[in-house]
Structure formats: structure tokens, C-alpha cells
Nanobody, 124 residues
Framework: QVQLVESGGGLVQAGGSLRLSCAAS????????MGWFRQAPGKEREFVAT????????NYADSVKGRFTISRDNAKNTEYLQMNSLKPEDTAVYYC?????????????????WGQGTQVTVSS
């Protein structure tokens, strides 16, 4: 089993930056892929970014490409999401997720473990 705890959310003005962290425990962190998803009020959960187990492969949603960067530190059992040039439409609860496999995935159904979420609010 994998336990995930997100941190780093908050309120920021449009154009600002935030860095989300996701601390993992329970299994060898370097053996599984990770991802970030978000859910805005009244909307379905959507894919944001994913990274494979080694950190050598990443994939992003078109809406965040060039603004967000996903990374991981396998020595610290932690995943990150650096968010720059934030927009009001980025406002959502952000969730980190872990797969049971080393390869990346864009479909939330392919992730077996989820954190509790952290709120990100971008004001205009």
C-alpha cells in the first residue's frame, strides 16, 4: 500500500507561482509512476501531469504545458509540481496519485493510490 500526503497549496495572484509537494510512504518510491490531477468545482477530475518511476519521462496536459513542471526526488520519496504563470482557471483541488507500475499514464483510472488533495486558488 502507498500513502500520499500533499502540501503547498494556497492562494496566489494570477501570474504567480506555487510548488506542490507529495510525500509518499509504504512502498519503494522509485518503483512506481506518479501523477498530478485536479478538480475544479462542478467539473470532473482532470489530468495535469505524470512522471515515470525514474523521473526520465514526463507528460503534461496541453493546458499546463510550458507553465507547470513535474519532478520527483526518489531519495526523498517526494513528488513535486512547480506551477508558474498561474491563471484563475488553474483554481482547483490538486491531487497526487501513484500507480502500481513504473510507466506514466494519463487516465486517472490507472492510478491505484490517491492523496487527500490540496486547494490551489488563483485570484485575478
Amino acid at each position: 500500500q502507498v500513502q500520499l500526503v500533499e502540501s503547498g497549496g494556497g492562494l496566489v495572484q494570477a501570474g504567480g507561482s506555487l510548488r506542490l509537494s507529495c510525500a509518499a510512504s509504504g512502498r519503494a518510491f522509485s518503483t512506481y509512476a506518479m501523477g498530478w490531477f485536479r478538480q475544479a468545482p462542478g467539473k470532473e477530475r482532470e489530468f495535469v501531469a505524470t512522471i515515470n518511476s525514474s523521473g526520465g519521462m514526463t507528460n503534461y496536459a496541453d493546458s499546463v504545458k510550458g507553465r507547470f513542471t513535474i519532478s520527483r526526488d526518489n531519495a526523498k520519496n517526494t513528488e513535486y509540481l512547480q506551477m508558474n504563470s498561474l491563471k484563475p482557471e488553474d483554481t482547483a483541488v490538486y491531487y497526487c496519485a501513484a500507480r502500481d507500475f513504473p510507466s506514466t499514464a494519463l487516465d486517472a483510472r490507472l492510478y491505484a493510490h490517491w492523496g487527500q488533495g490540496t486547494q490551489v486558488t488563483v485570484s485575478s
